[in-house]
């Protein structure tokens, strides 16, 4: 079972309804609530971003990013407003003026998860090439 938590900042400038929009669209499912400038989303299903990354071939970099934020049940993971506001994910890694949107994803397993949505491409190929031979 995968619980996803999301956090993005609405600051004045921004329309919380592009940013609902921009969840929305790599977690179709998720359910709102805004406190203060903070607007909240609870997902259960990490299948579309899986689809996205695959789409966008930026697994190997995913899964980097997913490692690099793993902590014990957990991934966190920070996402470019603006790319997810145009239908892509992109990691943001630095500092950015309108902040990121926060991801956490909680699994019991959450190795499996991170293998499922972003699984190691090298190793896919490697698996293909002897297959052919």
């Known amino acids: 079972m995968v619980w996803v938590n999301i956090y993005a900042e609405v600051h004045p400038t ?6 609902r ?3 929305l669209s790599i977690f179709p499912d998720a359910v709102f609530r805004r406190r203060g400038k903070t607007l909240f989303a609870a997902s259960r299903s990490v299948a579309r971003l899986g689809e996205m990354l695959r789409e966008q071939r930026i697994r190997d970099s995913a899964r ?6 793993m902590r014990h049940s957990h991934v966190e993971i920070k996402l470019n407003k603006q790319a997810a506001c145009a239908g ?3 990691f943001s890694v ?5 902040g990121p949107i926060e991801v956490v994803i909680v699994a019991e397993d959450i190795r499996s998860v991170v293998d499922a949505i972003a699984p190691d491409t090298r190793a896919l190929r490697e698996r293909r090439s002897r297959d052919r031979s």
Do not use: D, T, W
Request: proline share 4%; aromatic share 4%; charged share 35%.
């Open 14 to 19: 921004e329309s919380e309804e592009k940013i």
């Open 21 to 23: 929009r921009a969840i």
């Open 64 to 69: 980097a990013q997913m490692f690099a934020g």
């Open 88 to 90: 892509r994910v992109s």
């Open 94 to 98: 630095e500092a950015e003026p309108l």
